[in-house]
């Protein structure tokens, strides 16, 4: 899984049906100190997240069907977690 | 899913059986400021309605197979969507 920062939102009327009344939402992509690392996703919301937060990210298609319990979906990023803290090295 | 645009299209009258019926198209990848960001890729149609000069999304991976009527074919990006409004 990736860390996220969100900063944005993405909307559609013309899509894939998977995405029908689910929240796109724009994230960098950042280091676990928070610093963006260069790259961004589009991905799904399924827990309610905003943009300024910080969030975890799945970028894998299996887990991310499972998830919106589609098995033939072209979906791959989900965020999945709004993250409370980082800590590195204790 | 990366944001992207149409910049053309692309014809191939022979190709391998299951892609018959799909269309493909040139995206240029774009930043999340919507600047050019990397070099264009073709994209097959997974909505059926994309055309040049138009904003896009773009599924990557085994997971644009996904976006097709039949999806045991070999592509590895396509369009998932049309975008109507990106904030910021």
Known sequence: ?90 | MQLGRVIGTVVASVKTPGLDGVKFLIVQPLDRRREPWGRPVVAADGVHMAGPGELVYVVGSREAAQALPNTFVPVDHAIVGIVDEVTP
């Not at chain 1, 724009?26 to 943009?51: F, K, M, N, R």
């Not at chain 1, 072209?74 to 204790?90: K, N, Q, T």
């Open chain 1, 1 to 90: 899984m990736k860390i996220g920062s969100v900063v944005g939102t993405v909307v559609s009327t013309i899509n894939a049906p998977v995405f029908d009344d689910r929240k796109l939402l724009l994230c960098d992509i950042v280091d676990p100190d928070g610093t963006p690392s260069g790259g961004y996703l589009i991905a799904v919301d399924v827990v309610g997240a905003g943009t300024g937060e910080t969030v975890l990210i799945i970028d894998e298609g299996n887990s991310a069907r499972q998830i919106v319990g589609l098995d033939t979906a072209p979906i791959r990023a989900v965020v999945v977690g709004i993250v409370d803290e980082v800590d590195i090295g204790g």
